[in-house]
């Protein structure tokens, strides 16, 4: 658990950093993301990293609140909605405070444990591994619009992607049940920076295989299947290209 709240304090931090080199004028103008702005990514991650703090400490049901607003995107249209008047800096000081509010709810929480979450409950470490999920993807939509190629401004390929693939290998499952299509396991094998590899799945199980940043960009719905194979991103055998036509880090109803 420390190792995975440590690196999503680094992803939020490098996001953070990032925002900061942005004039606050540019705030309003879209990202790659739903064509939400700039304003509109960061008061999203507040949202949910206060829904993340409710419900750990005030046991809120985050389903039951998704119900109440009308639905998933009335839900997360109020975030929206709620940051539209902000000027950028008060957005930016919403997400700072409701990201350490929720630092420090999951730091009170062992790894197994259990916590109510939007779809049903989910462990403390799964839990955690969705918020760098989420940072990482919102950032890569800025970083895709206002990165250049001077080093300090690349979007930088981290260790902390191997958590991104790590769940996309547990949404699998669910991603095949979604598509009504029947289970079968894969194994996942990335090649991060600094030539690390991480591998999810059985050994003996078909192989999807690649190097984790376009791998990464994909299942977070940021790429095309064209675009990470383009990249390296292979399936070997037919069961592991089903499997990588389904693979995301996230799944909707």
């Known amino acids: 658990m420390r190792e995975i709240l440590t690196d999503l304090v680094k992803e939020q931090q490098t996001l953070d950093q990032f925002l900061q080199k942005i004039n606050p004028r540019e705030w309003g103008k879209p990202t790659k993301a739903k064509g939400w702005s700039i304003k509109n990514l960061v008061a999203h991650l507040a949202q949910f990293e206060d829904l993340t703090a409710n419900a750990i400490e005030e046991e809120l049901v985050p389903?039951?609140?998704?119900?109440?607003?009308?639905?998933?995107?009335?839900?997360?249209?109020?975030?929206?909605?709620?940051?539209?008047?902000?000027?950028?800096?008060?957005?930016?000081?919403?997400?700072?405070?409701?990201?350490?509010?929720?630092?420090?709810?999951?730091?009170?929480?062992?790894?197994?444990?259990?916590?109510?979450?939007?779809?049903?409950?989910?462990?403390a470490r799964t839990l955690a591994t969705y918020r760098?999920?989420?940072?990482?993807?919102?950032?890569?939509?800025?970083?895709?619009?206002?990165?250049?190629?001077?080093?300090?401004?690349?979007?930088?390929?981290?260790?902390?992607?191997?958590?991104?693939?790590?769940?996309?290998?547990?949404?699998?499952?669910?991603?095949?049940?979604?598509?009504?299509?029947?289970?079968?396991?894969?194994?996942?094998?990335?090649?991060?920076?600094?030539?690390?590899?991480?591998?999810?799945?059985?050994?003996?199980a078909p192989r999807i295989k690649g190097p984790a940043m376009p791998m990464a960009r994909y299942v977070v719905q940021r790429s095309t299947l064209k675009e990470a194979k383009a990249e390296g991103v292979v399936a070997e055998g037919e069961a592991?290209?089903?499997?990588?036509?389904?693979?995301?880090?996230?799944?909707?109803?």
């Open 240 to 253: 592991a290209e089903k499997a990588l036509k389904l693979l995301t880090a996230y799944v909707t109803d």
């Open 63 to 123: 389903d039951e609140l998704v119900a109440e607003a009308g639905g998933f995107e009335a839900f997360v249209k109020s975030g929206l909605d709620k940051g539209k008047p902000m000027r950028p800096q008060d957005v930016i000081e919403w997400w700072r405070l409701s990201r350490a509010r929720a630092m420090d709810a999951l730091w009170s929480l062992e790894a197994d444990d259990r916590v109510e979450w939007v779809g049903g409950d989910c462990s």
């Open 132 to 204: 760098i999920m989420e940072t990482w993807a919102h950032g890569l939509d800025v970083w895709d619009i206002w990165g250049n190629n001077d080093e300090e401004d690349m979007l930088p390929e981290t260790e902390r992607l191997k958590h991104i693939i790590f769940l996309s290998s547990r949404v699998l499952p669910v991603a095949f049940k979604q598509a009504g299509e029947s289970f079968e396991p894969v194994r996942i094998e990335a090649m991060g920076p600094n030539y690390a590899k991480w591998s999810f799945g059985p050994v003996d």
